[in-house]
T-cell receptor
Framework: DGGITQSPKYLFRKEGQNVTLSCEQN?????MYWYRQDPGQGLRLIYY???????QKGDIAEGYSVSREKKESFPLTVTSAQKNPTAFYLCASTPSQWRGNEKLFFGSGTQLSVL | AQSVTQLDSHVSVSEGTPVLLRCNYS??????LFWYVQHPNKGLQLLLK??????LVKGINGFEAEFKKSETSFHLTKPSAHMSDAAEYFCVVRGNTGFQKLVFGTGTRLLVSP
């Protein structure tokens, strides 16, 4: 089945530690996105990538980094500079960003908590 | 800038009764609007979308929404709630410049009681 796989489902970070969240898709989509979800808030865009080897900051990129070395993979690193990392992180993709009005395909999310 | 306001953080209904989830939008042009649903600890799934065609949009699982420009609203409805409808619902507007970013509302949690 085609889809987006996020791992791990739950992740714990120690003080000062960098952690990486995995996102893999087999939908052959060009565009991929990372969102952060906090209770009672909508989703906020962290980073997005329109094509391999290219990515752009979203609204809340500080303390995060990404890479897009392969079309199917878009890992997110939460660095020690992110002082409030506890949240639910969602990865999504679309066939192509510029067609417009296409739906986002979401993974099942990773819950990150601070020890 | 585009934005959406979901007027209720929680809505409680009984199984078999109608559902109404309210959303108002702000946009300087004709927007593209969406409703997404999120079940606990899951990703989001598209329910329906409005893209300047018919103002009454039908989605999956019996949901529909009506675009009302005069009221700047895009409320989500369903005639009869089912227990499986219990979830969080997000109203979303899409920008039409540059990145065409999706802007999410804060969500409405739908509770369905037997």
């Amino acid at each position: 089945d085609g889809g987006i796989t996020q791992s791990p489902k739950y992740l714990f970070r120690k003080e000062g530690q960098n952690v990486t969240l995995s996102c893999e898709q087999n939908l052959n989509h060009d565009a991929m996105y990372w969102y952060r979800q906090d209770p009672g808030q909508g989703l906020r865009l962290i980073y997005y990538s329109q094509i391999v080897n290219d990515f752009q900051k979203g609204d809340i990129a500080e303390g995060y980094s990404v890479s897009r070395e392969k079309k199917e993979s878009f890992p997110l690193t939460v660095t020690s500079a992110q002082k409030n990392p506890t949240a639910f992180y969602l990865c999504a993709s679309t066939p192509s960003q510029w067609r417009g009005n296409e739906k986002l395909f979401f993974g099942s999310g990773t819950q990150l908590s601070v020890l | 800038a585009q934005s959406v306001t979901q007027l209720d953080s929680h809505v409680s209904v009984s199984e078999g009764t109608p559902v109404l989830l309210r959303c108002n939008y702000s946009s300087s042009y004709s927007p593209s609007l969406f409703w997404y649903v999120q079940h606990p600890n899951k990703g989001l799934q598209l329910l329906l979308k409005y893209t300047s065609a018919a103002t009454l949009v039908k989605g999956i699982n019996g949901f529909e929404a009506e675009f009302k420009k005069s009221e700047t609203s895009f409320h989500l409805t369903k005639p009869s709630a089912h227990m499986s409808d219990a979830a969080e619902y997000f109203c979303v507007v899409r920008g039409n410049t540059g990145f065409q970013k999706l802007v999410f509302g804060t969500g409405t949690r739908l509770l369905v009681s037997p």
